[in-house]
């Protein structure tokens, strides 16, 4: 740990580590400070709910009750346990995004000239959200890493139906909207679902 940590080195970082948009070893200094600082701990409380409220607005959709607005600010273990429901929301949003993309495109459907890029950034994010849901302890179920191993590669219908079902499984608990097709469901509605997903998705900074 660096001894060097303070509230003043610490501050500045926090709206970043929120949005994931950290450097590692600056994560990491936020997280070695954070459970010795209530100050900073609760600056990450106020952060958290900010955002929250901010997804909840752009996704109408997205269930209030796990915004868990009846823990005290200030508390550590409510600001962690935010910080994981909200990095699981990021994950599920990048992976409903990237399949929502390329269904529509495996049907024919005409989209963006940089939805390539975009899946390639999805999957990149992706993979740095796990790793932070890991490093929270917060994927002990494996169903995280099990999800990000599901959409590389995703070439082939199979793989697509596989990561669909990874992602059903990583939402069981957790549900955001517009609700994943179910198995039985055919075309039409995975397509209907994809063309939900990419226009009511939150365009903020969590999503690509
Ligand atoms: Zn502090």
Known sequence: MNAATTCSTVLPLLSAWVDGRLAADAADRVRGHLPECPRCAASVEGLLIV??????????????????????????????????????????????RLLARRWLRREGEATSASAAADDRTSVARSRAVLEELVDLDSDPSGDGARLVAAIDPLGTSEAWHGAMAALRSFEASAPLAPPLPAPEDGPDARARWARDELEAAPVGDDVV
Not at 51 to 56: E, L, P, R
Not at 66 to 71: A, G, K, V
């Open 51 to 96: 955002a929250d409220a901010t997804a909840t607005l752009l996704a109408p959709g997205t269930p209030v009750a796990r915004r868990r607005t009846d823990e005290r600010p200030g508390r550590f273990d409510g600001a962690i346990e935010r910080l994981v429901i909200r990095r699981r929301r990021v994950l599920s949003r990048l992976v409903r």
